[in-house]
């Protein structure tokens, strides 16, 4: 993949991560108080971790493996 395009990816498959993020919070702070809505968070964060795992996994690990210049230094040091 070309740099720039590589670029571009790397940009919006952190911002899906960013919006998926943003649903966990809006689950749990529906899910306070009710036992079956905490499963249901439970169950909805495990799926949205899978999705996230799969992400970085498959599209951003390449990526940073054949241009590191565009991995942001948080995930560096979460590798180290």
């Not at 395009?5 to 790397?10: E, L, R, Y």
């Not at 943003?22 to 009710?34: F, K, M, P, W």
């Not at 599209?59 to 590798?79: A, C, D, F, G, N």
């Amino acid at each position: 993949m070309q740099k720039e395009i590589a670029k571009q990816v790397t940009a919006i498959m952190l911002d899906c991560c960013k919006k998926l993020e943003e649903s966990i919070d809006l689950v749990a702070n529906a899910s306070r108080d009710d036992e079956l809505e905490k499963k249901e968070l439970m169950d909805f964060r495990s799926s949205i971790g899978k999705i996230m795992g799969h992400i970085f996994v498959d599209v951003l690990h390449p990526i940073y493996q054949r241009h590191p210049e565009l991995e942001p230094e948080e995930l560096k040091s979460q590798r180290r």
